[in-house]
Structures are given as C-alpha cells and as structure tokens.
C-alpha cells in the first residue's frame, strides 16, 4: 500500500465513523457493480447459449461470472492504489459480495418471471429486453442496499479508503 493510501486508510479508520452516504455515492458504486454483472451475465449466457446448454447450467455460469467480473473490476482499481494482493481481495469480497448478491437475485428473478425469457435466445428482442429491464430493476434495488452499507463503512466504503 502507498502511503498516501496507509495514511488514508489509518485515518478514516483512527476516526471511527462511517462516510457520509450520498444518493450519488450509492449510485456510482451499483453502477460499477452493474458493469462487472451485466459483463458477467452476458458472458454467461453467450456461452451457455454457444454450447446449447440448459437454463440452469447458463444462468449458474453467467451468475459465477457476474461474481467475477463483479471482483475483478474493485480488485483492479484497488490494487492500482498500490495495495498488497491478499488485501486487494479482501477488500473486494467485502466491497461487493452483498451489492452482487442483491443485484444477481433481483436480475434473475426478473429474468426467471418473465414469461419466455428463461427460453428467449441471444437474437430475439425478448432476451435483449428482459435483460435490460432486470438490470435495471436490479439497480433501482441495488442502490438503496449500497447506501445503507456505505452509510456503515462498509460495501464500497472500504474500497474508498484506498482511493485518492
């Protein structure tokens, strides 16, 4: 870790309280979090559609991979404040598993019932708009969710100790 983000992070800490949660705060994190999860959930159902897999194995992967991405985008710019692996992914599981999961669940609910959409393929109008219309749903969730944890100092709170 640098300095400047030891300092950082030493000082949000030393002073025990949580960030002050904005609407805009809890927006920018679910819309870094909808990234890593709409990249993911198309991934997995490019491939799980390419290989003519069935709805439950698609929606795993594509569930697995949104997870991923989901990491791999706090990891990068965490690890860019010049922090240790290890940390860089402890901060990221504790930045992003709960934004993930609520936003995972919400998306694929949606996308569970819809009618047709579980049996819409990558060139119907249905997938596309489905799929857009869970991401959706899964923001407007998603971004009370982040700013209550924000508003504790944790969720992408703990990502901001390490930026600036």
């Known amino acids: 870790m640098t300095h400047e983000a030891h300092a950082h992070a030493h000082h949000t800490h030393e002073h025990g309280h949580a960030p002050t949660a904005t609407w805009s705060m809890a927006a920018q994190a679910t819309l870094h979090c909808l990234t890593g999860c709409a990249i993911g959930e198309v991934l997995g159902m490019v491939v ?27 990891l990068r710019g965490v690890l860019r404040a010049g922090v240790g692996l290890r940390t860089a992914v402890r901060v990221a599981l504790a930045a992003d598993t709960l934004s993930i999961a609520v936003m995972e669940l919400i998306d694929n609910g949606v996308i569970a019932l819809w009618p047709g959409a579980m049996d819409a393929h990558l060139g119907d109008l249905l997938f596309w708009t489905a799929l857009a219309i869970s991401l959706v749903a899964a923001f407007v969730v998603t971004t009370p969710v982040n700013k209550w944890t924000i508003g504790r100092g944790r969720g992408h709170a703990v990502v901001h100790r390490y930026h600036h």
């Open 48 to 74: 799980g559609t390419a290989f003519d897999w069935g709805n439950l194995p698609t929606m795993v992967l594509a569930i697995a991979l949104a997870f991923l991405f989901g990491y791999a985008l706090t």
